[in-house]
Each structure stands twice: as structure tokens, then as C-alpha cells.
């Protein structure tokens, strides 16, 4: 039935290699009772484990009914101990959440068995070695005998060929050892039995032959009985072993209740973050129809924007720089990381270019194009480098700057020159990416005067570009900059945003003027490293053929050449004219595919963050409960399941046993995070209805604005779902962990 041919196992460690099993060849019958002994260490355990499919070896083969199974994927594997092998183990490995009947059920569960078949079978079984009186009891409430003996029930509800069993007496009294002796013996009638064992004269007394193993090799093979060869088929069979979802859930669930205190202040710490989101939605339905009225004041600061993102919003930490002077007088730059948040919505086509030229120009006072283009720039700052990503058209006039920006430094820049403005933000702060870009240290303060003596200079196409052989390349950049053809943009003002609005109306950084982008695009467009890559499917420096039209347009941005905006700022005229802009610009997705359509961003219409009462009013809310939510919410139930993880690692060594799945165990924790999110959603939306009108109150005491919040009911399903899918995500990692878990380590742990 086995056969083992040269199988040797070699176990790597840090510094060395330790050789468990040497070149062993074996033979086992269908049946018996076959006793492995010999000192500890010397390979008895690896040996069965690698017989019941828990580990591989190094080398040899091992032949199952006469089937190879070197080439077993796990999935193999997994069918193979849960149909062919059963596994008795000398702490017994009952999962200690589960009753009795529930453990013994397990590998009919992964076996896909209907749930009558499932508990006819496990009485059954637990009928066999008497405790049928004991199906509902839990482990712990069985003595050391009884536990073993259902162990075995469960080593043999699934009707295998095999039973493995590893030092089953050994945390057994003498009484109970003789009880499960005597069960194994029954059992080797019709299975084939082979345990580990120290005890040599069990072995003697019980088993038909016996094994002698000494550092990895087989020193003694006696038989004491002998057994006639089955007749039984040699074919094995392996049906797919899965676990249920509903099995999954049920194991979660059980193991909830198991620890309930803990799961309910888990459940109660998650609401809390669920509950600020909701209070914070209900204050905002609230809040809409008194932002409708204040619109009007805002326009100018927040235009309609349409780009492949759908907000550009500057994260400020203040804990991350408290030594930071808030709107300084000083003259000094701060090179600093600056975090941004980005969501992606939006596919801009040359269609939806056209559908914008065709507005209406009487509703707008100016659209600024972004092609996404890019232009050499060089910089003289102890060396010449290029800096062709630092630099950025200014999407505004002089004008828009002088009326929300202070200028701290030099002047505003003119529009109808080649000039360049530096932003920093309200805490004169550069990225600093940026500055190291610009040959700066980020670990020095900049002066005003470093920046606006940096000599920045613009590099043509023709002269950035030569064409040598057959291909194009870039030239020198220092002869490149000092070219007669090269431009010198001037870096004429350092403004920064006045103190009276709460949020950056442009990300810091190096704007130049529309007047020197419209003269780059021109220049590239005519250029003839763009001539020639535009009649030409093939790239002009290595040969490289584009795959798609996507591939050579974005070439073609590179080289500075396009034609259709990535991104439109648009600036109406009047409350009016914003929705009449909105609702033209709508009126494209209904000429397109779904997956083709374009959401216009009114942030006038959103939020509007400069309405001081809205401010004053949910940002106290947003920040205590979003920072809950972020770190209570998902931190929280991160650990408790990573901990969970560590809690049931011998759980997660049973389940592999008896053939789970890799990913069957990574199911079982992240459902945990799924139960944890929906009870704490549930929690957190009734809480939130029994704490708004206590809201109201307060609310209507700070902005005489009475019954502010509400909260759909449609939202609070939403709300839910949420919470479901957010904690979910904190479970992922935890989740992987445990599905990756040697099966083995796992049943070694204490």
C-alpha cells in the first residue's frame, strides 16, 4: 500500500543542516499495526509526517497505492490527509471552541459532506470509542483518555486507509493508555496503524510488527504477526477538499464567543470610529442647504475641475511639525515631505477636449488647459542638472495671485513674460523631493535668496535632442545649457496663501506662466524629434514599437507634444453659471459608455472649507472620530486578529492535518475581521441614532441652526457596509500570516 524508496529529509538551519531521515526504504500492507521506536531524534516523527503528507522529502520517492506522489501539488496533498489518513496526536489537538461532535465533524466539513451525512457519521464514530454520551461536551471537560479517544473518532469519521499515530499514550495515565491501545489494535483489523512510540513494551504488546529507527535510519524491522497481503484496491482516489464559508463563519463565530469580553470591547472600540463617520454624514446632509446659500463667496477660490483624479487635497499634520512656525515672517524655506491624497475617476478622451471647446465662453472667465506635457529644464546649482518634473504651468493669471496669495518675497510674476513664481505652503514649506532635486540639501534651510537667485533655463527640443545613426538621444546637458538657444526663466516671487483661507488653493512648487507653456507646446510641436516620432509608430531612440496609441501618445507628452488636455481648471463667473457649467459638461456621459464618462469636480459645491461655522462645526467632529476610526477601527482589530492567529496556532496545524486548505485558514481569520466590522457598523449606527438628537442640541446652541444633522436610512446601510469592508482589510494581513503557517510548527507549538 506504501512504499518509501531512499526517502531522506534534510532540515536546513542558520548555520547548519541536520540530516532526520537517511536513505530509508519501506514497506507497509494494507492493514496492521506497525510500532516505530527508537530514541528521540532519531526520526520517527519526521518519518510519519511525511507519510501523512504534513512534510515533503528532501529526496526519494514515496508511492501511495501505488501512486508517485512527487509531482502532488498541495491541493493533492490536502485531498490526500483528508480522504486517505487520519492522525492521532499525543496532546490530543481537539480545537477547544468546538464541542466534541464538531471537532469529529471538521473533516467531513472539508470533505463536502451533506450536514445529515456529517453528524450520522460522527456519532458514529464517537460511538466506536464510546462517548456518545459526550458529543456536546468541550474538550476541556473530558479527561485526558476521553479526549484521545475522540481524537481518534476524528482520526477515523472520514473512513481512511491510514492512521497515524504519534506517541498516543504519551500524556496518558495507565489506564486510559490500555483503553486506547486496545482501540488502535481493533482498528488495525481493517486500517493500517502506525504510531510513534517510547514505550517499547506497548509495542511488544500490541503491534504486528516493529520499526527501530537510529539517527534517520531503519536499524530493526521485525515482524512479530504476520499479515496477509490485501486484496483492496490500489487506485487512489482524490476528491477536492474545501471548506465552506458557512464553515468558515462558524469557526470565527465560535471563536468570538469563545473570548466574548474581548470581542465586545473590540466591537465597541470599532463603533466608536464608525459612529464619528456617521455623526460627521448626518451633520453634512445637514449643513448643505446653509452652504447653498454662502456658494457665491467661493467660487474664485474653488473652480470646476475635471481630472484624471478626482481631488487634489493637501494633508496637514500638524503633530508632524509642531516646531513650525504657522505663517512666519521669516525668509527661510523648510524642505519637508508634503503628503497629498489622491482618487482616481475619470478617462479623458480628445472627445471630451472638443466637448469642452464647444462651452458656452460667456459662462467662464478663463479655462486653464493641463496637457501633461513635459519640458526640459536645467538648473545651475553646483552643476548643471535637469529638472524637467519640478517646474509647472501656473493654472491662474497674476491677478487670481494677488488676491489670495501674499507675496513674501521679489514680485508677482507678469503675464505676458517668461517667468516663473514660487508657492510654499502655510508653514513655508518645500517638498523635499523637490529641493534635492534642485541640487539643494533637504537637511539645510533655504533662504528666500536661494531660490530666487537659482538661474533655471528652458532646453528647446532641438537643441536637448540630436539625431545620431538611426536613432535620437539626448546631448550633453552642459554644453546643452549653455547653448545660445537654451532660455533663461527668471524665478521673480515667493508667495504663499493669505491666512484668511483654510485650505492651499495650489500645492507647492515652481509655476511658470502661461505665456512660456503656450511657447514650449508651439516649440515642441514644431520640433523635429516630435515630427519625426509623430509619423512613425516606432519610438525615434531605440526602435521600440508602441503597442497601443495610449503608449505613443504619452511618448509624445514626454517629448511635449500633445493634443488633448489630461486635466481642465475652469473659473465661472457667477453661482449661476457653475451649474449651468456643471450640467453642460455632464451632458458628455450621456453620449458615452459607462465606463467612459467624466465627473466634473465642483469643490464650491463641496465642503467648502473656508465657511468658517461649517468648520468650526465638523472639523472638531472629523478629527476625534476619524482618528478613532483610523486607529481603533483598523489597528485594533488588526492586532486582535493577528493575535488570534498566534492564540490558535495549534488550531491552524489541526486544520491542515485534516486536510484544509492553505487559503481555508486564511478564510477562517478573515472572516473574524468581517463579523467584527458588521457587529460594530450595527452598534455604531444605533448608537449614532440615539446620540443625534443630543447632537442637534448642541449644534443648535454653537450656529442657531436648528435639527442640523440627519441620517437616511439608506446611508446608514451604506455606513455598514463600510464598516464591514474597512475592518475587513485590517484582517488581510493577519489572515495571510496564518494561511502561510507550517502545519507542522504549528502542532510542535506550546
Given amino acids: 500500500m506504501i512504499t518509501l524508496k531512499n526517502i531522506s529529509k534534510i532540515y536546513q538551519m542558520e548555520n547548519h543542516s541536520v540530516e532526520a531521515l537517511r536513505g530509508v526504504d519501506l514497506f507497509f500492507d494494507q492493514t496492521g499495526f506497525v510500532s516505530i521506536v527508537g530514541p528521540s531524534g532519531c526520526g520517527k516523527t519526521t518519518l510519519l509526517n511525511i507519510i501523512g503528507g504534513l512534510d515533503h522529502p528532501t529526496q526519494g520517492n514515496l508511492m501511495i497505492k501505488e501512486t508517485n506522489t512527487k509531482d502532488f501539488k498541495d491541493s493533492d496533498w490536502n485531498s490526500y490527509r483528508n480522504a486517505h489518513v487520519g492522525f492521532v496526536f499525543q496532546s490530543f489537538y481537539l480545537i477547544p471552541h468546538l464541542s466534541i461532535l464538531e471537532n469529529v465533524m471538521m473533516p467531513l466539513k472539508l470533505a463536502g459532506l451533506s ?38 473518532a476524528r482520526a477515523l469519521v472520514n473512513e481512511p486507509d491510514i492512521i497515524l499515530a504519534d506517541e498516543p499514550t504519551g500524556s496518558l495515565d495507565h489506564q486510559s493508555s490500555v483503553e486506547v491501545m486496545n482501540i488502535l489494535k481493533e482498528i488495525s483489523a481493517t486500517h493500517l496503524v502506525l504510531m510513534v512510540t517510547h514505550n517499547e513494551a506497548l509495542s511488544q504488546t500490541y503491534s504486528d510488527r516493529i520499526l527501530t529507527m537510529s539517527d534517520g535510519l531503519i536499524i530493526s524491522d521485525i515482524r512479530l504477526h504476520e499479515k496477509n497481503t490485501s486484496s483492496a484496491t490500489n487506485t487512489l482516489h482524490l476528491n477536492s477538499s474545501k471548506m465552506s ?81 504657522l505663517f512666519s515672517n521669516d525668509d527661510i524655506i523648510y524642505p519637508r515631505n508634503i503628503q497629498y491624497e489622491f482618487q482616481t475617476i475619470n478617462t479623458l478622451t480628445p472627445d471630451y477636449y472638443d466637448h469642452v471647446q464647444l462651452m458656452d465662453s460667456s459662462l467662464y ?61 502655510r508653514y513655508n514649506r518645500l517638498s523635499k523631493d523637490l529641493v534635492e532635486k534642485l541640487g539643494f540639501s533637504s537637511a539645510d534651510l533655504l533662504s528666500f535668496d536661494n531660490l530666487l537667485s537659482l ?96 503608449e505613443k501618445t504619452s511618448f509624445l507628452r514626454g517629448l511635449g507634444f500633445s493634443t488633448y488636455p489630461i486635466a481642465y481648471t475652469i473659473y465661472s463667473k457667477s453661482f449661476e453659471d457653475k451649474d449651468e457649467i456643471m450640467r453642460y459638461l455632464r451632458l458628455y456621459n450621456a453620449f458615452v459608455d459607462i465606463n467612459d464618462q467624466v465627473e466634473p469636480l465642483d469643490i464650491a459645491g463641496i465642503g467648502l472649507s473656508t465657511m468658517r461655522i461649517a468648520i468650526d462645526a465638523t472639523t472638531v467632529i472629523l478629527l476625534a472620530f476619524s482618528l478613532i476610526s ?51 457598523g450595527l452598534l455604531a449606527i444605533i448608537l449614532s441614532y440615539v446620540l ?59
Fill in 115 to 152: 450536514a445529515e451525512e456529517q453528524e450520522s457519521r460522527a456519532v458514529k464514530a464517537l460511538q466506536s470509542v464510546r462517548l456518545e454520551s459526550f458529543i456536546h461536551h468541550r474538550p476541556n471537560q473530558l479527561s485526558g483518555g476521553q479526549q484521545q479517544r475522540a481524537s481518534i
Fill in 245 to 325: 464559508i458557512k464553515t468558515s463563519f462558524m469557526l470565527s463565530l465560535s471563536n468570538l464567543r469563545k473570548r466574548l469580553y474581548r470581542t465586545i470591547l473590540i466591537i465597541l472600540a470599532a463603533s466608536i470610529g464608525i459612529m464619528g463617520m456617521t455623526l460627521v454624514i448626518a451633520v453634512a446632509s445637514g449643513f448643505d442647504h446653509f452652504i447653498e446659500l454662502r456658494k457665491t463667496e467661493t467660487l474664485n477660490a474653488f473652480p470646476i475641475r475635471v481630472e484624471r483624479v478626482s481631488a487634489v487635497v493637501p494633508f496637514f499634520d500638524e503633530m508632524y511639525q509642531p516646531n513650525l512656525p
Fill in 455 to 550: 538661474e533655471v533655463k528652458w532646453l528647446p527640443n532641438d537643441i536637448f535632442y540630436s539625431f545620431v545613426g538611426m536613432y535620437y538621444q539626448e546631448n550633453d546637458l552642459v554644453q546643452t545649457y549653455q547653448d545660445t538657444q537654451s532660455s533663461t526663466i527668471p524665478i521673480v516671487g515667493i508667495i504663499r496663501i493669505k491666512d484668511d483661507f483654510n485650505l492651499d488653493l495650489l500645492n507647492t512648487g515652481f509655476y511658470y506662466t502661461s505665456v512660456l507653456g503656450n511657447q514650449m507646446r508651439e516649440d515642441a510641436a514644431s520640433s523635429m524629434i516630435v515630427s519625426d516620432q509623430y509619423s512613425t509608430n516606432n519610438s525615434v531612440f531605440g526602435g521600440l514599437t508602441f503597442s497601443t496609441s495610449a
Fill in 692 to 750: 443625534i438628537p443630543v447632537l442637534n442640541i448642541f449644534l443648535e446652541s454653537t450656529t442657531d441652526i436648528p435639527h442640523l444633522s440627519r441620517l437616511p436610512l439608506l446611508y446608514a446601510l451604506g455606513l455598514i457596509i463600510l464598516s464591514t469592508l474597512l475592518t475587513s482589510i485590517s484582517g488581510i494581513i493577519p489572515a495571510r500570516i496564518a494561511s502561510k503557517k507550517d502545519p507542522i510548527l504549528c502542532l510542535r507549538n506550546e
Fill in 365 to 425: 472667465d478663463s479655462i486653464y488647459y493641463n496637457f501633461g506635457e513635459t519640458h526640459q529644464f536645467a538648473v545651475s546649482n553646483d552643476g548643471v542638472k535637469s529638472v524637467d518634473d519640478v517646474f509647472t504651468e501656473l493654472p491662474v493669471n497674476a491677478s487670481y495671485l494677488s488676491s489670495y496669495f501674499d507675496l513674501l518675497d521679489g514680485r508677482m510674476p507678469d503675464d505676458s513674460k517668461n517667468e516663473m513664481v514660487v508657492v510654499v505652503d
Fill in 630 to 680: 483610523l486607529f481603533i477601527s483598523n489597528l485594533m482589530i488588526g492586532i486582535m486578529t493577528y493575535t488570534s492567529v498566534i492564540e490558535r496556532t495549534k488550531e491552524i496545524g489541526i486544520l491542515r492535518a485534516i486536510g484544509a486548505r492553505k487559503q481555508d485558514v486564511g478564510v477562517i481569520f478573515y472572516a473574524e475581521t468581517l463579523c467584527i466590522g458588521l457587529l460594530s
